[in-house]
Nanobody, 115 residues
Framework: QVQLAESGGGLVQPGGSLRLSCAAS????????MGWYRQVPGKQRELVAS???????YYPDYAKGRFTISRDHVNNMLYLQMNSLKPEDTATYYC?????????WGQGTQVTVSS
């Protein structure tokens, strides 16, 4: 099945931007719905953005207007563009892919927003 690997996390200042990448291997991402989730230690993992198998995006309210999810089908990549970052966006960000009853997760990449 598909394997996922996130990259692009790091330290940014409040109001700054960051672009996360998720490289998929073992399958073609066009076959999957995909998404980005984030988690703070001791807290529940929450949805950041998702994109359907037909490339329709979804965002929770806190992400609307700031975050953009997209796919590069040629290179089998998923991206999350994050703008206007806030300290409360600090978390480990995870890429996922789902098809039918199968769900795959990446290992996560750390995002820290601090001045």
């Amino acid at each position: 099945q598909v394997q996922l690997a996130e990259s692009g996390g790091g330290l940014v200042q409040p109001g700054g931007s960051l672009r996360l990448s998720c490289a998929a291997s073992g399958s073609i991402i066009s076959l999957y719905a995909m998404g980005w989730y984030r988690q703070v230690p001791g807290k529940q993992r929450e949805l950041v953005a998702s994109i359907s198998s037909s490339d329709s995006p979804y965002y929770p309210d806190y992400a609307k207007g700031r975050f953009t999810i997209s796919r590069d089908h040629v290179n089998n990549m998923l991206y999350l563009q994050m703008n206007s970052l806030k300290p409360e966006d600090t978390a480990t960000y995870y890429c996922n892919a789902g098809r039918g009853g199968f769900v795959a997760w990446g290992q996560g990449t750390q995002v820290t927003v601090s001045s």
